[in-house]
């Protein structure tokens, strides 16, 4: 890709350069893994001892600048608004190089009526995508896999910097990896990752009406029912079984074998193997007004 | 729109006009904003003391009607199955009328494969418009905005009058604004109003599978994250937080700067603002087992 | 249908055939409902008694076999995973004769834009289909429905066998039958059966973002609102009301005139008409956590 000096990119981001001025920068990155040719953003001092030892530049405030002297900076005042800042500068570069690149099909491939394969994907050997499916640019899926109707897969994350005049929109700089074996149900949505990709693992089920967010990782064989969705940057482990309408909010894990029971909101990450469940009993509709009743006497 | 007179649309729904019989009425409206050509219907004392006092012609039944002396009436049974019946009339005319008119395209406007712009509406400067997207008629969407693949703009609302046989179809007459900077994920849906427009305000982000029903109002810089819905009639002020799965009951209002935590729901008005929730917590299904009992035996 | 032997299916499906070898097998179908040309599987003890009694072979492991001595059969480790294996089978037979048949439709029937009407489907008369529509093969659609745009008829079900090496797909062989004045919302999902069809009675109407599973069954006249779900086998009742964001567990059944409140999850089946809910209240959130730490310190 094109590069952008740490001072042009400084400049197009209303941030000042500390360093080498001329460092050519080719690449976004997360933080933990930022090479010498990319830029990441530290927004939080708890982010520092998982920075990556060799990132090109960084992008952050005054007060984490005096923690990382022997750095290349970008000095900001808002290191998430200048993040999306920077997303917007990249993803036009992304897109000139990538975006003209034609998609790879493998051997067997079926595509229904009406359905979109954007540029520079690769899709494996006896896939299955049935019709009306929307796959943006930069989506790779493995051997066998089967995607039903109405679902799309790349789609940009939620993910907005605020600042004093709304909502600043981060560019999704990744793309979405499905494994081998996969079977997506219809109408879910695979959102692209940030910065680094989406991934579903081989043998991952899917079924219908499915949010799985930017940057989510779900593991090999794990079965996601119906209507569920997760935040972003959630890590399922593998062989889960996830019924349906469960919530997981973002940033946390899920080891392997983990059941969670339909509905339920998993709002920590649950470390260790086994069952867990988290919703109100169904019952008379008075028997639950006095229950409500108790519960905002004992508040 | 070519009118109707009180008599003949007495008529067609089964009612007995009371008053100017050749009164012209050119449109249905809502009873709070209804003006001198237009009719609305009224079904419950409690909307009296709201009803524009320059209707047109009230739908009502004969206890309400005695209290409207002074007005031009249509005495029915049931009014609000004689308003899915005006609903019906009304409609037919909005259509050979509206549905004709070609949609309006501003600048650098990009609409990706496969997705439908349907006649009579206007779509501003530097929209994008993803795959596999649905606009129904009279849709208006604002300068920069981002439709992403799969979602539905304009649907009807699930709006019946229940009858002794089955339910009876409300045709819904009113459109979609969405102002400007707004962005709606995959595979969302923004149903049209019945009578008058359902508003999504500028710099309004919407994630992926959200539900905005018939009539809401979402204010400015307002955020809803995944999987989110509501009912008919939500009025959601400025600022607001929405997080994912988060379900908000008809005919409500939330305040400014509201924060509503994920999978709560929302089943009364929510006049300050501040941080809300209302989920059970996660737990060890067998732990949660202990729970639903005590509950049980409390009850 | 091109019947298959009962030895032959066993080969492919690694059984040991008993009985007739030589009978032929032309459908898989549900133990209750096998016929004397059909082979079923059975997979617990419990489903012993509703065995139909005139199945022509059923696919079983050693323990069960040797409670069905009467009867020609298959004999498997695991009768789950072979079902999954003869479901193969089948769909390949009923692809080759099925899938070549043009689809039949009714009078005055409107496809929208880039709809997909698949082979061997019926449409009665006075149908809307709008756009970007997606319809499976083997679905009837009765008399005066309107299906809204971006909605996914007959889509599979969610089914997998699990065995050593993952999820073993279960082929559906069932369609989906929808009666008379049926509308079905934006953007929700309606699976085929798996063995028999998913059926939606006259009258039924679904909302957005509605997820209708495999083997569903919805008497007439049930309204069902956005964003409610049910997992497969489920069957509701006539005049049911069930509210948005409603789950409703695999295999259960609900009786006539139910009204299940928003966001409530049906664990089991309500066999009295009556209204149930069971959702934690709304709260400030710094309540909701004085709840929450109340639940596990007496847990």
């Known amino acids: 890709m094109e590069s952008i000096t740490l001072e042009k990119l400084a400049n197009l981001i209303g941030g000042t350069p500390l360093g080498s001025f001329d460092l050519q920068l080719s690449n976004l990155q997360d933080s933990k893994e930022c090479d010498e040719h990319s830029v990441c953003y530290l927004k939080d001092k708890k982010f520092i001892d998982t920075l990556s030892s060799n990132a090109g530049a960084v ?5 984490l600048a005096d923690q990382l002297t022997e750095q290349n900076l970008i000095v900001v005042d808002d290191p998430y608004l200048a993040y999306a800042g920077a997303s917007k500068v990249f993803f036009q570069k992304y897109n000139n190089e990538n975006d003209s690149t034609e998609s790879v099909f493998g051997k067997n491939v079926i595509i229904g009526q009406n359905s979109v394969v954007n540029s520079n994907c690769q899709i494996g050997n006896n896939v299955v995508i049935h019709d009306n499916v929307s796959i943006y640019s930069r989506t790779k899926i493995g051997d066998n896999c089967i995607i039903h109707s109405g679902t799309v ?48 693992e081989d043998g991952v089920k899917i079924d219908n009406h499915v949010h799985v ?30 019924a349906g309408q469960v919530g997981i909010v973002g940033h946390i894990e899920i080891a392997d074998n983990v059941i969670v029971m ?26 639950s007004l006095k229950f409500i009743a108790k519960i905002k006497n004992d508040g």
């Not at 993910?159 to 990896?177: Q, R």
């Not at 339909?262 to 028997?287: C, D, F, R, W």
Request: net charge neutral; hydrophobic share 35%.
């Open 262 to 287: 339909a509905k339920t909101l998993v709002t920590k990450s649950l470390n260790e193997p086994g069952v867990y469940s988290g919703v109100m009993p169904i019952q008379k509709h008075k028997e």
């Open 213 to 242: 967010a930017h940057n989510s990782f779900i593991g090999e064989n794990t079965a996601i029912a119906g209507q569920s969705g997760m935040a972003g940057s959630v890590k399922i482990g593998k062989n889960c079984q996830i």
């Open 59 to 63: 992008i952050t405030n005054q007060e």
């Open 153 to 200: 897969i790349g789609s940009d994350g939620f993910g907005y910097a605020p600042s004093t005049d709304g909502w600043n929109k981060i560019e999704h700089l990744g793309g979405v990896e499905i494994g081998k074996n996969v079977e997506i149900g219809a109408k879910s949505a695979v959102d692209r990752g940030a910065l680094g990709n989406t991934i579903i």
